[in-house]
């Protein structure tokens, strides 16, 4: 039996896990690959706290920076299929694949099936009896359920998007590879054959009833490398669902789609880098938002507005040791650094946008380390801001006098900023007086109001309200259109900006307006469940995943609950096998575009289904 999260009870999660033969129905071939590279809607994702580990359908690993999410990736063939580096396990016979998460972890199950016998891998980055790992340790676990499997794996790192060699030592510890600094120990269990294979290691072996055999990386950079024993990691992988499974128990939500949310939650605290508290924008680089190239971006970065959003789900989820990390890291870094759109991982502000000597993903590239939207003005910023800190003090918590001191000052500065033209929330090379860019300051100046008003911060609060109701003003003035019935991008323009479904939730406007705004969106950018960004894009790029969900919740927010429950039913089908979501997705074909999992497609699921249980 299940409860409204996907939950599993005892008796029920172990015949999930010990059954024999997997269901025919569920079963399907691996994805064809292209010119090497799988397609992304067949990637699950695993991580410990620092990194991320992408798994394709077919068993291979293509993408796994180590030892943080933000270091140059020694496995990196979702980019470069010839030369990135990818960890292989799989049978050698032709076979149909089902996977799934254990119920209320990150450890993934994969079950193959050929003519002749059945396994399961299951596949975990491995934590601790107290938290992550000091070494990052990726485990592969095979058992054999039936009949006579043979399997083969393959560790072969890469070149580090072209800028270093791999080289396999012989030590008297077995096998161990080297790579840009990184040391990856190779560690096997169950008998098996390891051959090096020049700048690889391999090995075959074969899978019977009851069989057991396990695949372990053990890694590190500029240090000793810890070589675990393999019984040891392999017990790791039950350790790691374990402890998985004890966050998921502090995981509160009562809502529907209960499965969905509880998935989105568990990806979220994957890109949460455990060490500082900050949270990825997405767990890869330049994964191209169109076909024809060019819009490929690193996301491998912490933006403030990615860490407000993810904030207002995890206090809504009643969970507390993230919310504070959270807080503390914004609040920290702007202290140190003033006002960024973003920062990189390790909270310092992020250098310069180069371009890897790699192909990209299907050789759509450019492949690039660094986001060239540093330095960029985005008026937003101020309402993300003051919304984490007013989202952290209405769940019961205080902020110290320093703070309350920086945010008055933060206030002030919003006050005066939304005269300035910005870049926008789309990061545009064009600065213009976007509607949502004043609205994130109008946000803003009402958060700070409310945080006066119970004491938190020192300032005038009534200056801000007063600027808040002239922003407001301004924009019911300049930025609706009654011919089109709905908010423009800016004042005088034709184009449309799905951006303005965010302040539904932020109480700017849940009447008549909005209800007309959400109507003129679906009609311009709209295709079946998806939308667009803004007027323009649907020629351009894939729909983008987190606008549909900003417009379920501003369809419950304005009244049209029963219109908003149908359209998320139709979005959510939309999801991978295993629940993970993408930047954006080609509304015509259905596959996936853009880096994944996207930290911002999650959230707004998450938001969504909140705002059908306020």
């Known amino acids: 039996m299940t409860d409204g999260l996907g939950h599993l009870d005892g008796d029920a999660e172990h015949a999930r896990e010990g059954s024999g033969h997997a269901a025919s129905e569920d079963l399907r071939e691996p994805p064809t690959r292209i010119d090497g590279y799988a397609p992304l809607r067949t990637y699950a994702a695993l991580g410990d706290g620092r990194t991320i580990a992408l798994v394709a359908e077919d068993g291979r690993i293509d993408w796994l920076p180590l030892p943080d999410l933000d270091t140059p990736p020694v496995f990196a063939a979702l980019v470069d299929a010839d030369q990135g580096g990818r960890v292989e396990l799989a049978p050698t016979v032709p076979h149909r694949v089902r996977r799934e998460y254990l119920v209320g972890t990150n450890v993934l199950a994969t079950t193959y099936v050929t003519d002749d016998g059945e396994v399961r891998l ?75 294979e020049g700048q690889a290691v391999s090995g075959a072996f074969t899978a019977t009833p009851g069989s057991r055999h396990l695949l372990v990386l053990a890694a ?89 959003y993810t904030l207002d789900a995890w206090i809504g989820f009643g969970l507390r040791e993230e919310v504070h990390a959270a807080t503390a ?28 000597l790699a192909p990209g993903w299907r050789g759509v590239g450019p492949v690039l380390t660094g986001n060239r939207a540093d330095g960029q003005l985005q008026l937003g910023i101020y309402g993300d801001l003051l919304a984490v800190v007013r989202g952290y003090v209405d769940a019961g918590n205080l902020l110290d006098a320093d703070t309350g001191r920086l945010l008055a000052g933060i206030a002030d500065q919003a006050a005066d900023a939304w005269h300035r033209p910005d870049a926008g929330m789309w990061e545009l090379q064009e600065d213009r007086h976007y509607t949502t860019s004043k609205l994130g300051c109008w946000q803003a100046l009402r958060c700070a109001v409310h945080l006066a008003e119970l004491g938190q911060i020192p300032g005038n609060a009534a200056r ?32 449309l900006d799905a951006s303005i479904l965010l302040h539904a939730r932020s109480g700017f406007d849940t009447g008549d307006r ?33 606008c549909a969900f900003w417009g379920i919740a501003a369809l419950v927010l304005v009244g049209r609950r029963d219109e908003a429950r149908d359209w998320m039913d139709a979005l959510l089908e939309q999801a991978n096998d295993v629940g993970v979501w993408p930047e954006m997705i080609d509304a015509r074909t259905g596959d996936f575009l853009g880096n994944l999992p996207q930290a911002l497609s999650h959230l707004a699921l998450v938001q969504a289904a909140l705002t059908f249980t306020d």
């Open 122 to 196: 299951t596949d975990s980055m491995n934590t601790g009896v107290a938290g992550r790992l000091p070494w990052s340790e990726l485990a592969r676990r095979v058992e054999g359920l039936r009949g006579v499997v043979p399997m083969a794996w393959q560790v072969r790192p890469g070149t580090v998007l072209g800028t270093a060699s791999p080289w396999v030592q012989d030590t008297v510890h077995g096998l161990v590879l080297h790579d840009d600094g990184v040391t990856v120990a190779v560690r096997t269990g169950g008998e098996m054959t390891v051959v090096p």
């Open 464 to 495: 801000w309200a007063a600027e808040a109701e002239r922003i407001a003003d301004w924009v019911r003035e300049h930025c609706w259109s009654e011919e089109r019935g709905a908010y423009l991008m800016y004042p005088g323009a034709d184009a």
């Open 220 to 308: 590190t950079a500029g240090e000793p490398v810890f070589l675990p024993d393999p019984e040891d990691s392999d017990r790791g992988i039950d350790r790691t669902a374990d402890n998985w499974r004890a966050w998921t128990r502090e995981f509160h939500y009562d809502g529907p789609w209960g499965k969905a949310v509880q998935r989105s939650a568990l990806t979220l605290k994957l890109l949460l880098h455990a060490p500082t508290g900050s949270i990825a924008a997405a767990g890869t680089t330049s994964l191209p938002e169109s076909w024809s190239g060019g819009k490929n971006w690193d996301y491998r970065f912490a933006w403030v507005r990615d860490a407000a």
């Open 329 to 356: 890291w914004v609040l920290r870094t702007l202290r140190a650094h003033g006002m960024r759109v973003f920062f990189t991982l390790g909270g310092d502000p992020p250098g310069g946008q180069e371009e890897a």
């Open 514 to 546: 909005m209800s007309r705004t959400i109507d003129a969106l679906r009609a311009e950018l709209g295709t079946g469940p998806f939308l667009h960004r803004y007027t323009g894009m649907p020629q351009e790029e894939g729909s983008f995943v987190a």
